[in-house]
Each structure stands twice: as C-alpha cells, then as structure tokens.
C-alpha cells in the first residue's frame, strides 16, 4: 500500500511557502466535473458524476506545439475537450496548451495565430533580445532566459508576455480543463538515473509550483520570490509564459546541439549592427563603443571555440569567460564617452552584461535557476530539498518525455489517460520509461510485455488501449502512424525533425501535420468514446447500468 506523502508543518506567515492540499485545485476540478457532465451528456454517456479524464502531451519540440495544437483544435471540434478534466504537458506540448488559456479557449484563433505566425518569416528579434538584456539583471539569469527569448520565441514565432496565474478564471469557472505544465529539478538528475525517484519531478499549475511527491508548494504568484525556514524574504515579480516556455522547453536536442546552438546565436547577434542601433538606442558613437569590440569577440569565437576541448573531449568554456570578462571591463574602463548621459551609459552596460553572463552561464551549462523556496524549511527532513539556496528547472522531457507522473497520483483520481505521443523514435519509449517508474514506486500502471511494444513500434497503429485491474486506462496515440502515414513513416518524422528550425517551418509544412494530427483524433473518436462510456459506468446510477448491460 502507498504511503502519503509527507506531511509538512505550516509557518506562521501570512504566507506559507510549503502547503497541502491544493485547495484551489480541488474546487476548480470539482466545477470542471460540472461542466464535464453536462458535455457527456451531449456525447450521449450518462453518469451521476463525471469520471476524470486526462489528455497528456509528449515532448517533440514545434513538431510537438504543432501536433498538440492540432489535437486540441479537433478534440474541441468534436466536443470531447470539453469532457477533460486535466490537461498536461512536456516541453512542446506546454506551448501548445498554453495557449489555448491565453485565447481563453478559442482554438479557431490560435489557428489563425498559427497560419499568420507561419505564412511571414517574421520575428521581433529586436523585442526578444530586450526582454533577453532585461532578464540578465537578474541575479538568477541562466541559459533558461536566452534559451526562452531567443530561442523559443523565435520558434512558435510569439512572446507571451501574460502569467500563468492569469489562467485562473477559466479554471476556477470550469470553462477549462484544469492544466499541469512538467519540468524536473536537474540537481537530482542522479536520483533519476539510479532510483526514478519521484522527487524529481515539478509541476506548474494557475495556483502552484513545487514538488508533488513532497507535498511542497508555493503559489504560482511567488514561483521565483526568495524564501528563507518558510517565510518570504524578498517578492519577485511573477515570471512571464515566455520564460516557463523556455524553462518548459529547454530539451530540443542533446546537449551539445543546445550548446552548438547557443554559441552560434551569440555569435550571429554580435554582428547584427542595426539591431544593436534599436536597442541601445541613443547610445552616441556605437560603432566605437560596441561594434568594434563585437567584431573581435566574433572572431575569437570562431578563431578559438571548435579547437579547445578538455581531457575528456568535452568543450571547454573556460577561455570565453575570461575573455567576457576582460573585454567587457576593457571596454567600459578604456572607452571614453564624455558626451554620453548616465542613462545611455547604462544601456551600453546592460548590453555588455548580458553578454559576459550569458558567456559564464554557457561555460557553467547552467538552467533554469530560481531561488528554492524549500530553503531551510524546518518541515523538510530531506536535507538535500532544504540546504541549497537554488533550484535547477528543465525540460522533464529528460526524464520521461510525457506527463504521466503528474497525473497519476491517487489524489487526482484519473480513470481515462489520451496520452499523444510526438516523441522522436519509438513511440512506446514513454511507455516502457512509465512502465518502469511505476513498477519502481508501486503506482498502479497497465503492464505490457516488452516483445509486444517491440512489435507496435516497428508499425504503430494509431490508437493502443492498454488497461490492468486497477488503476487508469491509458489510450496512446502515436502521432506518426500506418493508419495516418502508410508506409511513409519515417519519411514524415524526417520532415519534422526535434530540432528542425522555426526558419524552415512554412505555412506548407505546418498545416500538413496539423491534418495529420486532427485526423488522429477524428478517426479514433468512437474509440474514445467507448472509454469514456466505460469510465463513467464507475458512476451509472444503478437503473442505467442494467439496461446497458443489455446492450
């Protein structure tokens, strides 16, 4: 038998920094059953109580938003989102979700978004990198906020500026189902490896952020606000979903593709003279103070990065921060500017700062830093969650690249899990990887056998149904399949390779996937529909579970 999680002791501030029960969560879930009953009943399934039901989205990059997108839209089309209580996502698929909040639900306009996004090469590069500057004076900036501004926005080809919290409404109304974002602390990657501890895993919700196998929250409000034995000691304002898409998403490719990549941006704004007018504009003299110093930054860069490995044929990064360093000093100390003002002075600094510690961050290959609001916690009796000031958020899509571990516990009560799979690869891989986190943990999960999903992966169909005694049914749906592709399969996952460039992504390659992955859900409706009716029947009042059972 499982036991609860621990329970921990509250303080006596007006906020407590580590809380139970999710109170919030519980009464917008219990207004979405409402609504939820209404929507089966127009699907023609009965039931005193809505049964729950949870649509997951895998990792996958913009193949991943795109597809999720695409599933969303016709699950809305059919009338069966409106029968979902939770929504969860991996990295890509959090983009997707999110904005289905941000259009308060409307997919025909995140539609339209997506077809306009993608008919223009277009990208505010100026604003992204300003919100970059801006995020580096953070004492906590890390590759997160690059990766998040110049990266991903440049990807979806948007820059959310609302907040998770501004989900709420529909949420606690119940117009929506109510959503969980994945990351997973990389300070316990080795408890990963070796154990598939469930400590490692974070949730993001409209109420709270924190450590679910803990029981450890804070609100969503104060994700990033410094805490110290469970009080608050310094307010941050609430980071933007442009951020938490970047933190979300910051597993695109392996680690050296992310490092290649970022490395190369730097290098490719150094050169982009124009911009830098935009942005530091009325700097007097920016050619002499800025440009010239960037130029010979560009070209140690690409004098000096490919031939300096350490003893392990690992890159080492070691030369550019020294080199930031002395060239940001060198340039403030020796460049004179007497007809420049304080505030273009500072604009000149901000720019150079951001440059120096985006070179350390790289050098350090540090994530997703925020301040741990676990920190000193007396209720914590695991020293390693309380003794470091700082967490490290990523992608969760390098542990198990869909979010079955965050619906699965036995508090959220999921009868139904739609898991869509966008992964690259065998789409069973986050079958198998679930399959044996819950062996691990004793959580009740369908088993099969190791030589079957060896089969399915050779030729997926596009629907598996897998179910056990106890615990949820879990209906897997790979996005690349016979059914929808034929024989072309990898043809398809060719063209919409994980780390496939946004500048590569036309109107022509983004709507056939958006087809495919609507066409999934389209022509598996009667197969969801049956497990649905099947899950309610745990709430048939009694008169209509006999004249089914004559069915």
Same mark, same amino acid.
């Given at each position: ?31 979405? !059953? ?14 005193? &109580? +809505? ?12 193949? @991943? ?46 539609? @339209? ?131 938490? !898409? ?37 700097? &007097? ?6 440009? @010239?110093?960037?130029? !010979? ?7 000096? !990065? ?34 420049? #003002? ?31 609001? /676990? ?20 992608? @969760? ?20 899990? /739609? ?63 016979? #059914? ?12 919409? #390779?994980?780390?496939?460039?946004? #500048? ?30 099947? +899950? ?16």
């Amino acid at each position: 038998m499982r036991t609860s999680p621990p329970r921990l002791r509250r303080t006596e501030n007006f906020l407590t920094a580590v809380h139970h029960g999710k109170k919030e969560e519980k009464v917008a879930v219990e207004r979405r !059953r409402l609504h939820v009953l209404k929507a089966l009943k127009k699907l023609h399934i009965e039931a005193d &109580k +809505a049964p729950v039901v949870a649509v997951l989205g895998s990792g996958g990059g913009l193949r @991943a938003h795109i597809a999720c997108l695409g599933v969303l839209s016709e699950m809305k089309e059919q009338g069966l989102l409106d029968a979902v209580t939770y929504l969860a996502g991996v990295s890509g698929s959090t983009w997707a979700v999110s904005s289905l909040y941000t259009s308060d639900g409307d997919m025909e306009a995140v539609e @339209a978004d997506l077809r306009h996004q993608f008919s223009r090469q277009e990208w505010d590069l100026a604003k992204s990198l300003q919100k970059t500057i801006q995020a580096a004076r953070s004492e906590n900036y890390s590759l997160t906020d690059f990766w998040a501004y110049l990266v991903i926005s440049k990807q979806t080809r948007e820059l959310p500026e609302s907040h998770l919290s501004n989900m709420k409404k529909p949420v606690e109304e119940g117009t929506l189902p109510y959503p969980i974002f994945a990351a997973i602390d990389n300070d316990l990657q080795p408890s990963w490896q070796e154990a598939k501890a469930q400590e490692t895993w974070f949730e993001f919700t409209p109420h709270h952020a924190g450590f679910p196998a803990l029981g450890a929250y804070v609100s969503t409000t104060h994700f990033g606000s410094k805490f110290k034995k469970g009080r608050l000691v310094r307010t941050h304002p609430e980071r933007d979903l442009s951020f938490l !898409r970047g933190l979300w998403g910051s597993a695109l490719g392996n680690a050296e593709v992310n490092r290649n990549y970022i490395f190369d941006q730097l290098r490719n704004l150094l050169t982009l003279r124009d911009l830098w007018r935009r942005t530091v504009a009325g700097v &007097k003299n920016v050619g002499r103070l800025i440009f @010239a110093p960037l130029l !010979r930054l560009q070209q140690s860069l690409r004098r000096e !990065r490919p031939a300096l490995e350490d003893e392990g044929g690992e890159p080492n990064y070691n030369w550019l921060t020294e080199m930031l360093e002395n060239w940001t000093r060198t340039s403030l100390e020796k460049q004179k500017q007497p007809d420049e #003002d304080p505030e273009s002075k500072g604009s000149v600094s901000d720019f150079l700062d951001f440059v120096r510690k985006t070179g350390i961050c790289a050098s350090k290959w540090e994530w997703g830093t925020t301040h741990n609001f /676990l920190y000193k916690h007396g209720g914590i009796r695991d020293k390693t969650m309380s003794s470091r000031k700082h967490l490290h958020l990523v992608d @969760a899509g390098l542990a198990i690249n869909t979010p079955f571990p965050l619906v699965l516990p036995p508090t959220r009560e999921v009868d139904l899990i /739609l898991s869509f799979d966008f992964s690259a690869g065998d789409p069973f891989e986050t079958i198998r990887a679930t399959t044996d986190y819950c062996r691990r943990h004793k959580i009740p999960f369908p088993h099969v056998e190791e030589a079957k999903l060896d089969l399915w992966s050779k030729a997926p169909a596009s629907c598996y149904i897998l179910k056990e005694e106890t615990g949820p049914v879990v209906m897997h749906f790979p996005l690349f399949n016979t #059914d929808a592709c034929g024989d072309n399969i990898e043809a398809w996952s060719d063209t919409y #390779d994980t780390f496939k460039l946004a #500048d590569t992504y036309t109107l022509d390659v983004v709507m056939p996937l958006l087809a495919l992955a609507k066409m999934n859900v389209r022509e598996n409706k009667k197969n969801i529909l049956r497990e649905m009716r099947h +899950a309610a029947m745990l709430y048939y009042p009694k008169r209509y579970t006999q004249s089914c059972s004559l069915v």
